[in-house]
């Protein structure tokens, strides 16, 4: 059960941060084929420069790409079958082509990337894998005809450029994503709706009953990133309905003092909601901040 609640958040985390830059099909059925693939992405015509800020991820979206994101290590069958979902689609765009009268361009058939959690040396070197000089450890490529590549997420550098494929790692990898995704600026464009994204997983691993090792660690140490996190939600609005009222009752209010009152607890905002209804001008504001 906990492993479609993990499929879902993967789906909907790569749509999040690949939407702008082309189109992203989550769960595109395979032409004839009861199976689906998770992502499908197809990138704009004009190529977007703050790709840059995806990382590895951006490098991935910088030529049409099939996604496919495992929670758990991917076996060799599920290797062969995502293979086996490129191959389809590459057969379908051949035929399209056909149709058409056109000849199909390499550039237009998608590479394949595997993420998982982990993988072994032994089930690397099955594929025939190897690793290219241009490119981040951890990323294993298959022989170039097969157009894929087998991330494994728990061999990516601890760095910002590979922080948006550690997000679906598994256990410590994901955590001290989380904890970097949490340090980010607060005017990151992808933080806010990301921590969202994960705060929804929570939710719904909260309310299993068969939780595996992982699932219970990843909650608990969710849980004050949370509760921080909700806090500083309801501060910020404090803050905001206090500065209102006081614009209302006092006239304009000059930076330092906002500055002063966005320092405030919740209980000191609180408090001072109910203290500014006897305020006449500035100087019972800047009383009552003083006896703070």
Known sequence: MTRFIHDKFAKDYLEELLKNYG????????????????????????????????????????????????????????????????????AFLRREAKANKTKLQDSEIPKLWILTPTVSETRLSSFGTMQKADWLSG?????????????????????????????????????QAIIELQALPLNHPYQKAT?????????????????????????????????????QAVQSGEQRLVLRLLNRRIGEINESLIERIKGLSIEQLENLGEALLDFSNVADLENWLNQQ
């Open 23 to 90: 189109e992203v099909k989550a769960s595109e059925k395979v032409s004839g084929q009861i199976k689906e693939i998770d992502v499908l992405f197809t990138p704009n015509k004009q190529q977007n420069s703050n790709l840059q800020i995806l990382g590895l991820l951006g490098r991935f979206a910088k030529h049409p790409a099939i996604i496919e994101p495992f929670r758990n290590p991917a076996s060799s069958d599920e290797i062969c079958d995502c293979i086996l979902k490129l191959l389809e689609v590459k």
């Open 139 to 175: 990323v294993h490529f298959l022989p170039e005809a097969l157009r894929t590549a087998i991330v494994a997420v728990h061999q990516l550098p601890q760095t910002p450029e590979t922080l948006w494929l550690r997000l679906l790692g598994r256990g410590n990898v994901q955590s």
């Open 195 to 231: 921590l969202e994204l994960v705060y929804n997983l929570r939710e719904n691993l909260r309310v299993n009953q068969e939780l595996e090792a992982d699932d219970r660690e990843l909650i608990m140490r969710l849980e004050p990133l949370y509760q921080r996190d909700r806090e």
